[in-house]
């Protein structure tokens, strides 16, 4: 099918430009084609605003970055109507959030309203200005980034907000071989430039991608072993004592959806036409990671979410 082709050599192209993070890489693919938005969380300077560049260069989508700050207003991600003083009439002027792919920069620094108008735009895929509501494109993807480091100044994100994120990646620093292999890359850009794509994929390629990986086969047995990893999040204690005293909430039925299609295209990515239970391993801790909140006696005791969604896959059996 030329449009997997034409995803897997965006693949290829991505992994000799982001060294190091093929995690990353693989993640922002299956946000893609999920139709999702991606949540990472890394330290400064591990190429995630590389990334998702990256990746617009290699699609035929535009690309915006927005810097959050705490003086950040909503009007500044979606846009303010402008009075026209020839007319008397106010015009919609748009704002960064109408591109097809938003890098939302250390997205912890924003308050709550400004939060609270990127969810309506991830969530509803539209912008409410005053009376009127504006569509934003179909292929529309969010990438968030949060600093780890640095608290002082920051807002948390609420559930809410965490849930609409298909997938909370967490990014580390990369091994002294690849580190060296960095350093000649960047002299290299230096000297001559970035490397470009040969070609750009279509977004008719990415949507008809999404339908392949919705039709992909499920087997019953492996649907409810999807079924049940989210119903020891929720029912805790029916699999494992600890667990139970370890998760206060679990995932929601979004979390069920969001496992399942990025299973699918965790399988559609590897040239499979069915997805199997490593599918759904592969993927369980990016989905879950900000799905499952913690009870008090977990945080008191150091437990943190990828210990309990380890746990999980401890406990419950493959179908």
């Not at 809410?160 to 000649?184: C, N, T, W």
């Not at 000297?191 to 008809?208: D, K, T, Y």
């Not at 679990?250 to 239970?277: Q, Y």
Request: aromatic share 6%; charged share 25%; glycine share 6%.
């Amino acid at each position: 099918m030329p449009h997997r082709d034409a995803l897997l050599a965006l693949r290829q192209y991505l992994t000799t430009q982001i060294l190091g993070q093929e995690r990353l890489v693989d993640r922002l693919l299956i946000a893609l084609l999920a139709d999702g938005h991606l949540l990472v969380e890394g330290a400064p300077g591990l190429a995630k605003t590389k990334a998702i560049k990256d990746l617009a260069a290699g699609l035929e989508a535009e690309f915006h970055r927005i810097q959050f700050t705490p003086d950040l207003l909503p009007a500044d991600i979606t846009g303010t109507e402008i009075y026209r003083p020839e007319d008397g009439s106010f015009v919609f002027q748009r704002g960064p959030i109408f591109h097809h792919l938003v890098l939302a920069d250390e997205i912890n620094r924003a308050p709550a309203k400004v939060q609270s108008a990127l969810l309506e735009a991830m969530a509803e895929r539209q912008v409410s200005i005053g009376r009127s509501t504006y569509a934003l494109p179909p292929l529309f993807l969010v990438m968030a980034t949060q600093n780890p480091i640095e608290q002082e100044g920051t807002y948390p994100l609420p559930e809410a907000q965490l849930d609409r994120f298909l997938m909370h990646v967490k990014i580390g620093y990369p091994d002294a071989s690849v580190e060296r292999r960095i350093l000649q890359q960047a002299r290299g850009e230096a000297l001559s430039g970035e490397a470009q794509p040969e070609q750009r994929v279509s977004q008719q390629a990415i949507f008809a991608a999404r339908r392949d990986i919705l039709g992909l086969y499920m087997a019953d047995a492996v649907e409810e072993y999807l079924v049940q990893l989210i119903m020891a999040t929720r029912h805790p204690a029916r699999f494992d004592a600890e667990l139970g005293e370890w998760i206060a909430w679990g995932a929601s039925p979004r979390g069920s959806i969001a496992l399942d299609r990025c299973a699918r295209a965790h399988a559609w990515l590897a040239g499979r036409d069915f997805v199997s239970p490593e599918d759904i391993q592969a993927v369980l801790f990016d989905v879950l990671r900000h799905r499952v909140i913690l009870s008090f006696e977990a945080e008191a005791a150091g437990v943190d979410q990828d210990r309990v969604v380890q746990r999980i896959l401890d406990v419950v059996a493959v179908a």
